[in-house]
């Protein structure tokens, strides 16, 4: 690493080694440098922390995944590039199946994602062979293609900075979908169950020590709101940037 932690944007630069690192090892795309570019320019107006707001949405994620039948955590390049040891650490405590799921599919990066999560203790990972391919409905070509033991079959899905078509596509198709994403207008945000406005660097960490908590508990549902949590991280984002113009 050669970002010294006193750095002003130590946390910011950290990150984005991390996703070259994974461009280089063919996890990541260029479009993926390039979403991730959008991510940052959030996280910038959200404060780079995570808000209360989104600790009340990773205890509803929680509890979602705790008591859910079939969960599955998708995972896409960036996804694998920043959070590999917590994807799998996060099918572990709550026996979520773990499915690669790409937007821009080449089985070459599929292999390279899941190799990365099987260096990372991962055992099982769905969505690399094509034996167990299924296809979402109302959804395009090569987007549509999930695995029929994981994602296809699943009640609640975990799809981080995923893209708005497929997230109505799950949602069509009768799926929960928790969502991390920080941008708190985006189509998946607004289109999700619940939505963790935050980074997934950060939020990751959050959601495995909320379900290690919860586990074992009585889940008896909460009630879980949304689009108020939504509007109360626009609102962040208002106060944020009214601050910097004043200052
Ligand atoms: P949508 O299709 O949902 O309207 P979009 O087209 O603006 O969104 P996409 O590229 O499809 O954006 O999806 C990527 C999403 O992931 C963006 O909203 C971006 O803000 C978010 N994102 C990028 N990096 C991160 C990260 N590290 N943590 C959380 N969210 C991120
Ligand atoms: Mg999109």
Known sequence: MLIP?????????????????????????EEGLLAHGRGEMFDYLIGEKTTKTSHKAIR????????????VISVNGNFAALCAKEIVELSKVTGAKIEVNLFYAS???????????????????????PKFSKRIPKLDSARRVVDKRGIFSADVVLVPLED???????????K???TFDLNPMSRTAQTADITIVDNVIRGMGLL????????????????????????????????????????
């Open 5 to 29: 932690k006193t750095h002003p944007r130590a946390a910011s630069l950290y990150i984005r080694e991390k996703l070259v690192h994974g461009f280089r090892e063919g996890l990541v795309v």
């Open 60 to 71: 509803a994620a929680a509890r979602a995944l705790l008591s859910a039948k079939s969960p």
């Open 107 to 129: 089985e070459k990066r599929k292999k390279a994602i899941a190799g990365t999560l099987k260096k990372n203790g991962a055992k099982e990972i769905l969505g690399v062979d």
């Open 164 to 174: 708005g078509d497929r997230t109505i596509a799950l949602k069509k198709f009768g």
């Open 176 to 178: 929960d979908v928790i």
């Open 208 to 247: 495995i020590k909320t379900c290690k908590e919860l586990s074992g508990k009585d889940l008896e549902e909460k009630k879980f709101d949304n689009k108020k949590n939504l509007k109360k991280s626009i609102g962040t984002i208002r106060k944020n940037l009214r601050r910097m113009a004043n200052a």
